[in-house]
């Protein structure tokens, strides 16, 4: 999958892509408006990061392109694309149980710290340079 030249952008199905791996300067575009929010993108080979409303959603290292990026309260959905491994770090929510999914085999379920990160290691040298996640919210 191609990086986002445009650094962020609402894909026709209602879905955000956002990040480009192949920039060798940190590139950055605030302001961005998506369903009444205020995204801002960093990106570039080193580390991609995505904020909502100042708040932190999404980092890898090193930078990535992720495409169909999708969150509800219970599930999160995105392939993330990039030419080396990749360490992804999400926001969810605190001390919560979480399903993941990695092009749809289970790799188990993860608890989120106090501070609600789940880091997944993103293997994208042995899958051609992308993979397909998705984390679902365990019920107690």
């Given amino acids: 999958m191609a990086v986002i030249d445009e650094l962020i952008r609402e894909e026709e199905n209602g879905t955000l892509s956002f990040g480009n791996y192949e920039l060798a300067e940190k590139t950055k575009k605030d302001g961005f408006m998506y369903k009444g929010d205020s995204y801002k993108i960093k990106t570039y080979d080193e580390i991609t990061k995505l904020e909502k409303n100042g708040s932190f959603i999404y980092e890898s290292v ?79």
């Fill in 62 to 140: 090193p930078g990535t392109a992720v495409h169909g990026f999708s969150a509800t309260a219970d599930h999160v959905e995105f392939t993330v694309a990039g030419n080396k491994d990749a360490q992804v770090t999400l926001e969810l929510e605190p001390e919560q149980e979480y399903q993941v999914k990695v092009d749809g085999a289970e790799t188990g379920a993860v608890k989120t710290n106090l501070g609600g990160k789940l880091i997944i290691s993103a293997s994208l040298e042995e899958k051609n340079g992308e993979i397909f996640v998705e984390i679902d919210k365990v019920e107690e």
